[in-house]
């Protein structure tokens, strides 16, 4: 859940929200509570959104029904969400647009709403190809490989990758992720816990922050941001787990802690 207040002000409180900017294709990974904010400066002439879902759990969508482009007639939002086995993506998205959750329903956006179902699947947005993939995490999720020209982002916000593989970190077999993560140049990756923390809730579906490093390590990424961050967490305590996950080791890519407003160039 959003975690407002003076001790989460450097790193934001917000749930899972990001953009990726080419030429005039806008991609929105997400629509956590980020969203929000994100809408409001957008250029109100934008005729296409793109928004690609990584899952339905509420922290990833509860702000799409803030999102002021749903209330443009002249906007088109495309959405592209991971296949469930027994409910439609437009079933799951219904559920959040409509009361008692919600006083606006799907049907009711002003928008023009074009809905697409994914698994392992490659498509083309513009000038981005995306590869999406099914990793660990309760419920039908998916990451998402983005590349364009020579860049590479890879986004993992929810993915436990120590399960699934009887090797992690030292083998690739069977390594949830991996496929979309490798030699990427910038990845976010889930690191919502401590070590001792994560070994009480092994099958959540997050990762530590050790787990997180250490599979950027074997992805052979160039640059990750621990994402995802624990809403309990202050900033003194992410910072504090932070140096306890890196202090007297070397690592032959750059990471850091991923902060809310925080923008990057990819060459």
């Known amino acids: 859940m959003p975690s407002p207040g003076r001790d989460m002000a450097k790193y934001g409180g917000n749930t899972s929200c990001v953009q990726v900017e080419h030429e005039n294709t806008c991609l929105i990974l ?6 929000q904010e994100l809408g409001n400066a957008l250029d109100p002439d934008t005729p296409v959104i793109n928004l690609l879902l990584t899952h339905l759990h509420l922290d990833h969508i509860m702000g799409l029904g803030y999102f002021k482009p749903f209330y443009n007639p002249k906007c088109t939002v495309n959405i592209w969400g991971p296949r469930g086995s027994n409910e439609s993506l437009v079933e799951r998205l219904r559920r959040y647009f409509s009361p008692p959750f919600f006083p606006v329903r799907l049907k009711e956006l002003p928008a023009k709403i074009n809905i697409f179902e994914i698994d392992n699947s490659a498509f083309e947005i513009g000038s981005f ?16 490989r983005v590349e364009c020209d020579a860049s590479v982002l890879c986004y993992l916000p929810d993915h436990e990758p120590a399960l699934g593989s009887s090797d992690f970190p030292h083998s ?9 993560a490798q030699n990427a140049d910038l990845l976010l990756h889930d690191g919502q816990y401590s070590q001792k923390g994560y070994e009480r809730k092994v099958g959540w579906g997050h990762s530590s922050m050790e787990d997180a490093i250490d599979f950027a390590q074997l992805s052979r990424v160039k640059k990750m941001l621990i994402f995802h961050h624990d809403p309990l967490h202050s900033d003194e305590t992410l910072e504090r787990l932070f ?25």
Do not use: M
């Open 30 to 35: 997400d629509g956590g509570s980020g969203i």
């Open 129 to 144: 190809q995306i590869q999406s993939e099914y990793i660990c995490h309760p419920g039908p999720t998916v990451g998402y």
């Open 172 to 180: 690739t077999e069977w390594c949830s992720g991996f496929n979309i």
């Open 243 to 267: 140096e306890k996950s890196t202090s007297n080791k070397e690592f032959d890519f750059k990471l850091a802690l991923a902060r809310e407003n925080d923008t990057f160039v990819l060459d």
